[in-house]
């Protein structure tokens, strides 16, 4: 089995986890049936989000590996500090959808890292680094 199908299935059975046993694994931090609950929710919304995740990861470290810097640092501040972090505060006020807006604004800005991290990469101003 290649590596790349085996971090694939990795993925995959982490995101089944948490889909499937979310409400077991939390039972072992909480007996609180409202805690449990917002936790299996926030569990499953960003175990959909695992695969950008871990694609985002590999995309990062590979401008990193190659010297550069710059675009992963400019790629994670904007991810996070423009789209993650206003559309949790959006969502979960001005839209009144509580944790639920937070749990969505994680996979939804990993998402967008992820995206533009392909972007650059495809463009390969990284290729162009002197170390």
Do not use: H
Not at 12 to 19: E, K, Q, R, S
Not at 32 to 37: P, V
Not at 46 to 59: E, K, L, T
Not at 101 to 129: E, M, N, S
């Amino acid at each position: 089995m290649s590596k790349n199908l085996s971090i694939k299935l990795q993925w995959i059975l982490v995101t089944v986890i948490f889909w499937g046993m979310g409400s077991y694994l939390v039972s072992f931090f909480t007996a609180d049936e409202a805690i449990r609950k917002v936790a299996v929710q926030a569990g499953r919304i960003i175990a959909s989000g695992y695969i950008f995740y871990g694609i985002g990861m590999v995309m990062m470290n590979t401008f990193n590996g190659a010297g550069d810097t710059w675009t992963p640092t400019i790629i994670n501040f904007c991810g996070f500090w423009l789209i993650q972090i206003p559309l949790a505060f959006i969502l979960a006020k001005y839209l009144s959808w509580g944790p639920l807006g937070v749990f969505i604004a994680i996979p939804v800005a990993k998402t967008a890292i992820t995206l533009a991290g392909c972007f650059y990469f495809k463009k390969g101003r990284w290729k162009t680094i002197n170390v």
